[in-house]
């Protein structure tokens, strides 16, 4: 099985950019969840998917952060006029089994997201 | 307040030693419990997770949950190098409600 895999590592952007990450979850798993991580602080929730639908979305900011799934499989994060403060790792997520609620996850390596 | 805290540290011990990580919650209703690691640059991993309260017991490591006291408490025994890390405590309630981190602890094993 394999693990979630997230695209690019790193991107460095100027504020009021745009850029997009990539997640690709664990196989056939319904759950994705995307995560933000500042520096020094714990993952937070940014957005919460089960199938193609949205679960959770109220801790992202939706007039500059949006996400989508299509067909239930991969997921982008697009970030549109990038902050300063929105310098972080954005990691993806999805739980070991397809139904799984438990709070277990695994995770992809990030992107490391650096605002100028 | 927040509704996990954790003390970022970050704590150095040498090789060998008793490694005690803690975290204190105020939310009554969660159930699970997990302590994830975190090597610099990488996602974090499941380290161990525990439904309700009691001890669990994993190799090295042993978590605790005292819901009574909303406290819950990592042990590493004999202490790595590879140890070496962010222990992140989190946790979450029934449902589909989302998992809370703690701000994560930075450890230190020196040989």
């Known amino acids: 099985e394999a693990g979630v895999a997230q695209s690019p590592r790193y991107k460095i952007i100027e504020k009021r950019q745009s850029v997009a990450f990539w997640c690709n979850p664990i196989?056939?798993?319904?759950?994705l969840y995307w995560y933000q991580q500042i520096l020094g602080q714990g993952p937070k929730l940014l957005i919460q998917?089960?199938?193609?639908?949205?679960?959770?979305d109220s801790q992202l900011p939706k007039d500059r952060f949006s996400a989508e799934r299509l067909k239930g499989v991969d997921s982008t994060l697009k970030i549109q006029p990038a902050k300063l403060e929105d310098s972080a790792v954005y990691l993806c997520?999805?739980?070991?089994?397809?139904?799984?609620?438990?709070?277990?996850?695994?995770f992809g390596e990030g992107s490391r997201l650096t605002v100028l | 307040q927040k509704e996990v805290e954790q003390d970022p540290g970050p704590l150095s011990v040498p090789e060998g030693a008793i490694v005690s990580l803690n975290c204190t919650y105020s939310?009554?209703?969660?159930?699970?419990f997990m302590w994830y690691r975190q090597y610099s640059r990488k996602g974090p991993e499941l380290l161990m997770y525990?439904?309700?309260?009691g001890n669990k017991e994993d190799g090295r490591f042993t978590a605790q949950v005292d819901k009574s006291s909303k406290y819950i408490s990592l042990f590493i025994r004999d202490s790595q190098p590879s140890d070496s890390a962010t222990y992140l405590c989190?946790?979450?309630?029934?449902?589909?409600?989302?998992?809370?981190f703690g701000a994560g602890t930075r450890l230190a094993v020196h040989p």
């Open positions: 997520a999805s739980p070991p089994g397809s139904l799984s609620n438990t709070g277990e996850l695994f």
């Open positions: 196989s056939g798993h319904a759950t």
């Open positions: 998917f089960q199938n193609n639908g949205v679960v959770d």
């Open positions: 939310n009554s209703a969660f159930q699970y």
């Open positions: 525990t439904y309700s309260s």
């Open positions: 989190a946790m979450k309630s029934g449902g589909y409600n989302k998992l809370i």
